[in-house]
């Protein structure tokens, strides 16, 4: 009775860095197998996901309870993007504290479909979810939002800290390949000053043991760019990990911007149509973070300095005491006015659609793993200011590994302007290295194209990836079933 078998769960954390892509595979999963994809989050976060979701998709949406005040989060609280680092903290320490709402939320659906679901795809944040989907007896696998690469350094490291170990700065990182190491100034403080046993430490270890017993592992990248990676979490976890990538959808430029999100869009297009092919250098650093106040100074002196073009997404710095609200109040006198024509500042931004514009020539990222494969679908190479997270390893490998990449600053180091410009330069401008990476950024760009080619005579990889997972998928629940080839829901 395939119409009782045919519910995927998909959770994300609450982050519009995990949304998005989550909201982007469920998008395609559901025109792959037209199976039902019922949505998770919690009730502050479904109101604003439901006029995300084409007319044209079936995709069911399911509040979970979350009192934000009862951790002491604010009341207001909807996802990272209002939170300043110390309480993003406080909000992933909270994750365990959904495990009875959820199981609660898929008993019902057990219930009323008189089966489990056929698979829970949950965020990693959330691995105790594996236990909830092993309970019902149902397939679960951790849709990875960060990068092979830059997320399996943060698991070696995190897992293992060797830098309170190692006899030298520049170190080996357990359970990669030899001769790949890391110098203690390219650890961000958090990690370098981290006391074992400490609340975050604790709650990752305990997401890593979680992590052991899912079937398998999503991710939104390709085998070429991130074998290293993938390689690591095959061995360490040791389940199948399928790269399906890229993941990418503009639901980005509508999550925020609400009614506003048409109006900024034409007018960046219009914008961005008036300058010259890859003169124009994107600046924005995700869904959630900026750089410190004094950080902005120094990257709106080089940006002003650089006499290049440019599109900047910034927002207010959380916690500075110079936040009037007004601009005026935290970048340099004047700035605004200097930049006039040849600098255009937003709120949020339609990142997509700008990477994908001719004039967009380079990126400078905090290396968020889907600003990075937004940028390398476009060829674009990046000018990486890591803050959080897996950030600072994403950054490392684009530059070691892929060649992609210039980092503006080691570890949790400022950047400065003098340097900012001088990069900037390299990047934009015909420099040996800087035509360089642009090459490598555009054959990854290719490999990424042919990746998700799914045609009657030719499957690229991650199209196969997708296959096999979702074999995988059906050999566990029903092993007479094959899983449906042909689409059914038109988009
Ligand atoms: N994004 C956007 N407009 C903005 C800022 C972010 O559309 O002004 C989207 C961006 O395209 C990406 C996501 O938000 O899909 C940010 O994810 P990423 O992993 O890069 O960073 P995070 O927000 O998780 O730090």
Request: hydrophobic share 40%; glycine share 8%; net charge neutral.
């Amino acid at each position: 009775m395939a119409e009782t078998k045919d519910n995927i769960v998909m959770f994300p954390f609450m982050a519009q860095g995990h949304i998005i892509p989550f909201l982007a595979l469920a998008l395609e999963l559901e025109k792959k197998i037209g199976y039902t994809i019922t949505f998770v989050n919690i009730p502050q976060n479904i109101k604003k996901i439901q006029p995300l979701i084409p007319t044209s998709s079936a995709i069911r949406l399911l509040e979970i309870p979350f009192d934000p005040s009862a951790h002491g989060l604010p009341t207001s609280f909807e996802t990272t993007e209002s939170l300043p680092p110390l309480l993003m903290l406080r909000l992933f320490l909270t994750s365990p504290s959904l495990q009875p709402a959820f199981r609660k939320l898929i008993s019902d659906l057990v219930h009323q479909h008189r089966q489990p679901p056929l698979c829970i795809i949950s965020d990693m944040f959330f691995g105790w979810s594996v236990k909830v989907a092993h309970e019902f007896g149902a397939f679960h696998a951790i849709f990875n939002v960060g990068g092979g690469s830059g997320m399996s350094l943060f698991h070696s490291l995190w897992l293992n800290l060797p830098h309170k170990k190692a006899k030298s700065e520049e170190f080996p990182i357990p359970g990669f390949p030899e001769g790949h190491s890391i110098h203690v100034k390219q650890l961000p403080d958090h990690i370098y000053y981290v006391v074992a046993g400490d609340p975050w430490c604790s709650f990752l270890k305990q997401m890593f043991q979680d992590w052991l017993e899912t079937d398998g592992m999503l991710f939104n990248t390709i085998e070429e760019m991130d074998h290293i990676g993938l390689e690591y979490f095959r061995k360490q976890i040791g389940c199948p990990v399928w790269p399906i990538g890229p993941i990418l959808s503009s639901l980005g430029s509508k999550a925020r911007a609400g009614e506003e999100a048409q109006s900024t869009l034409d007018h960046c297009m219009k914008w961005l149509d008036s300058k010259p092919e890859k003169s124009v250098l994107y600046v924005a650093f995700g869904s959630q973070l900026q750089p410190s106040p004094s950080q902005t100074i120094e990257l709106a002196m080089a940006l002003e300095a650089s006499g290049r073009n440019f599109v900047w997404v910034i927002r207010p710095p959380k916690n500075s005491a110079t936040n009037t609200g007004h601009r005026n109040g935290w970048l340099p006198r004047g700035f605004e006015q200097r930049i006039h024509g040849r600098g255009l500042l937003l709120e949020w931004a339609p990142q997509l659609e700008i990477l994908s514009h001719k004039s967009t020539g380079a990126f400078l990222s905090h290396s968020g793993w889907n600003s990075v494969v937004e940028a390398l679908t476009n060829g674009l190479p990046v000018l990486a200011l890591p803050m959080m997270g897996d950030q600072h390893f994403i950054a490392k490998m684009l530059e070691e590994e892929t060649g992609v990449c210039i980092g503006l600053a080691c570890g949790s180091s400022e950047a400065k302007y003098k340097d900012i410009v001088e990069k900037i330069e390299v990047m934009m401008s015909g420099t040996c290295k800087g035509k360089d990476m642009k090459t490598k950024a555009c054959k990854i760009r290719d490999l990424l194209g042919i990746a998700k080619k799914d045609e009657k005579n030719f499957k690229g990889a991650s199209a196969i990836a997708m296959d096999d997972f979702l074999t995988a998928v059906f050999d566990k629940s029903t092993p007479s079933i094959a899983p449906p080839t042909k689409p059914q829901i038109s988009q």
